[in-house]
């Protein structure tokens, strides 16, 4: 079965924590901490793989989560960055984040692609020692890693793509100038899953050609199959318009060539616009009379006309010449730019919940919303800190410093951000 689409949920490595560990050795007195700081949890990576051409394996694995870093130890021994999750997915897999439908990774070349990050390990005991506290007795828990529900969208990577109503030749077409092998049969939706084929042109040149699954009216809709693959049209470089011009099967070649032009352009305004030429399939069963008048409409409209007899390969080459010729002056397959993540601010969480805890005289803050605040502030610019103060403020984590006891002086430790208290 052909699937093109996948919802699941991917989860980042936490940090490793940091130890709280103190220097024993005989002969030596009062060693210090030597806590190791944790290990970098694993990120999420996809990478694109060719010998995928589904989304099927997704079906029944929805969860995906990658190992958490190994924590500190004592020594000064830094915990083991943990691996990262490689998770392979057919090429021209857009990765969107589900709740926004925002664009996180376009997996259209061999570069793999972090998609979600692994948590910063937490840091162990001797980051905490100054000349006053000289033994502290607590370290840094990993920070979480990133996590996410994605949806995953196959689009095929095509230069060309056939459109047109069932039977009307496209699967021949593609059969007789590549290597593509699609089912051929004289009945409606014989194929059900788009097919890529491969045509040269001659040495170092070649295209790639997509046959894409029948359309009918309504599509765009979600009648019949097509609404499964029109998808697949939005990478095309180019369109081929197949008509059945004989008119074999009770249909209005006329018709059908506006029909189709219209659930395109009710997909996707843009594929209204995209370059397009028109092939006339079945002209032996035609006469010249409807022939010169299916071209005549045609070419009224802008397009060109080329009539062919699919199946035995006539007057196939200047098609093919053409779609060369017209690949040759267009820009490359569309990849989508990945889309950053929106800045949260302290507005957009309704849950200001805040967790003090005072271990050795520290204030330690943990906030879920405060934590992916802090991803936008740049702590080294002086307009940002004062953003960030602002959020403190705002979100009563300053309010709730103070009820626990906070006063002017001491120290404040929020994740990897350590400061003293100002009122």
Not at 161 to 184: C, D, H, R, W, Y
Not at 389 to 410: F, R, S
Request: net charge negative; charged share 25%.
């Amino acid at each position: 079965m052909f699937i093109d689409t996948a919802k699941i949920k991917i989860k980042a490595g936490d940090g490793g924590d940091g130890a709280v560990s103190f220097h024993r050795e005989k002969y030596v007195a009062a060693g210090g901490p030597d806590g190791g700081d944790g290990g970098k949890g694993g990120n999420i990576v996809f990478v694109a793989d060719s010998n995928l051409s589904t989304l099927a394996d997704f079906r029944y694995k929805k969860k995906y989560a990658a190992p958490k870093g190994q924590n500190g130890m004592s020594g000064r021994r830094k915990g083991k960055n943990a691996e990262d999750l490689i998770i392979h997915v057919p090429v021209g897999t857009l990765v969107k984040e589900t709740e926004t439908g925002r664009v996180m990774a376009d997996i259209s070349s061999k570069d793999p692609v972090v998609v979600a990050k692994g948590g910063n390990g937490g840091w162990g005991n001797p980051h905490f020692a100054t000349p006053i506290r000289q033994v502290p007795r607590f370290a840094k828990p990993g920070l979480p890693g990133e996590e996410y529900d994605v949806t995953l969208e196959l689009k095929l990577l095509a230069d060309v793509g056939l459109v047109g109503f069932p039977n009307v030749g496209k699967s021949t077409l593609v059969s007789v100038v590549s290597q593509a092998k699609p089912e051929i049969a004289n009945y409606h939706f014989t194929t059900i899953t788009p097919v890529l084929g491969v045509v040269s042109m001659g040495e170092g040149s070649s295209f790639v050609m997509a046959d894409i699954p029948g359309l009918i009216e309504g599509a765009w809709q979600g009648t019949g199959l097509g609404h499964q693959f029109l998808r697949h049209v939005e990478r095309c470089r180019m369109l081929v318009h197949i008509v059945d011009i004989s008119g074999s099967e009770g249909r209005d070649p006329k018709e059908d060539f506006k029909t189709i032009n219209e659930e395109l352009e009710k997909f996707n305004p843009e594929l209204a616009q995209r370059p397009m030429i028109v092939a006339g399939n079945k002209c032996d069963m035609a006469t010249d009379e409807q022939i010169e008048d299916f071209k005549n409409f045609v070419e009224e409209q802008g397009y060109e006309f080329f009539p062919i007899m699919a199946a035995i390969s006539y007057q196939v080459e200047p098609l093919l010449k053409k779609i060369q010729e017209m690949l040759s002056k267009l820009p490359p397959i569309v990849v989508y730019e990945a889309e950053p993540e929106p800045v949260k601010t302290v507005d957009d969480y309704n849950d200001h919940k805040v967790d003090i805890k005072v271990i050795d005289g520290i204030y330690n803050v943990e906030a879920d919303w405060l934590l992916q605040v802090m991803k936008s502030i740049n702590f080294d610019d002086y307009e940002s800190l004062n953003y960030f103060q602002k959020v403190l403020i705002k979100g009563g984590v300053i309010d709730a410093l103070k009820e626990n006891g906070c006063q002017e002086g001491d120290t404040v430790s929020i994740y990897e951000l350590e400061f003293d208290f100002v009122e």
